[in-house]
């Protein structure tokens, strides 16, 4: 149970143990807040790091609370996982990221449609029918498959093996892009991605940090980035906040970079009003 630290979730609920507690409260209250549409997904961009040119965005979910304010993902989305609430709240997520993104898109240049990229949790991915999941949402919404980016763990890929890859084929098959998130935090090497239908990796905020000042993160960085380009990969940087940061990530060949310095995530309304190249001068 999770009932220690900073903004963490308490309820009473007389004898039964606080975690059966915490998951009963946290499910009606995820539910509430589905129907309620009390969710809101804020949009992060992710920048051409040789032309500063926006070229797709991420969704992250926040919750709108109507007591507590907006409560940021990490403090639902750890107890939402173990409680299996995290696919409704992800299945809303793509569903309206991908509607937004083609709203996006119709301010734009035909000729620049930016692309968007949905957090996938490990439960959600694993789960039977999330592929044609992701067929359904994009038949509807009317994005092209090529425009949407599923981000999933190293630990996803790492596990389920052939059910996994069999996933990934099929998505690769209709064009739907994947991305492994937070690369560098778990356990996975180079060649292992090797053998798996993904496009992208994303290095860990924790690698880009101070990049400019620490030797082994700078090593780190090259290294993925220069074996990455090998297998054909995209590599994305996040979590760049300076300018010194983004200086160096644009020496070592990062693709994409994602971070503070370019924008905060922020609600639709303000990302269809950014500038088409970031930082803004
Ligand atoms: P993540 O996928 O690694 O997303 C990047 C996080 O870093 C986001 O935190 C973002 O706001 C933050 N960030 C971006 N640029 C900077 C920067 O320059 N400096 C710093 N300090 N932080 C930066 P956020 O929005 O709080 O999300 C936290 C995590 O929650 C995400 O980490 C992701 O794992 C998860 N998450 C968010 N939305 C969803 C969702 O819809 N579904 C699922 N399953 N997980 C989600
Ligand atoms: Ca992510
Ligand atoms: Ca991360
Ligand atoms: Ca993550």
Not at 136 to 155: H, I, K, N
């Amino acid at each position: 149970a999770k009932l220690q630290g900073r903004n963490t979730w308490q309820w009473y609920c007389g004898d039964i143990s606080p975690q059966t507690c915490e998951h009963i409260a946290l499910r009606r209250e995820i539910l509430e807040a589905i129907e309620d549409q009390q969710f809101v997904v804020y949009y992060q961009p992710l920048v051409d790091a040789r032309t500063g040119e926006v070229r797709s965005l991420e969704a992250l979910v926040r919750w709108n609370h109507p007591s507590r304010g907006i409560v940021p993902p990490n403090d639902f989305i750890p107890l939402a996982e173990q409680t299996g609430q995290i696919i409704n709240i992800d299945q809303w997520v793509l569903r309206q990221a991908c509607f937004d993104t083609v709203a996006i898109n119709a301010s734009r240049p035909v000729s620049q449609p930016v692309g968007v990229a949905v957090n996938i949790s490990p439960v959600h991915f694993r789960r039977v029918g999330f592929f044609s999941e992701v067929q359904q949402v994009l038949e509807e919404s009317g994005l092209a498959p090529y425009l949407l980016e599923l981000e999933v763990t190293e630990g996803v890929l790492m596990s389920g093996t052939e059910k996994v890859i069999e996933q990934l084929a099929a998505l690769r098959n209709i064009g739907v892009l994947v991305a492994i998130d937070d690369f560098g935090t778990g356990f996975s090497s180079l060649s292992y991605l090797r053998q798996l239908p993904i496009n992208k990796v994303k290095l860990d905020r924790s690698f880009i940090q101070n990049i400019d000042h620490n030797r082994d993160n700078a090593a780190i960085v090259q290294g993925v980035i220069t074996m990455a380009h090998h297998l054909g990969l995209q590599v994305v940087a996040e979590g760049v906040e300076t300018l010194a940061e983004q200086e160096d990530l644009i020496r070592h060949g990062c693709d994409l970079l994602q971070g503070f310095r370019f924008s905060r995530p922020i609600p639709l309304p303000q990302f269809i009003a950014l500038p088409t190249r970031l930082p803004a001068e």
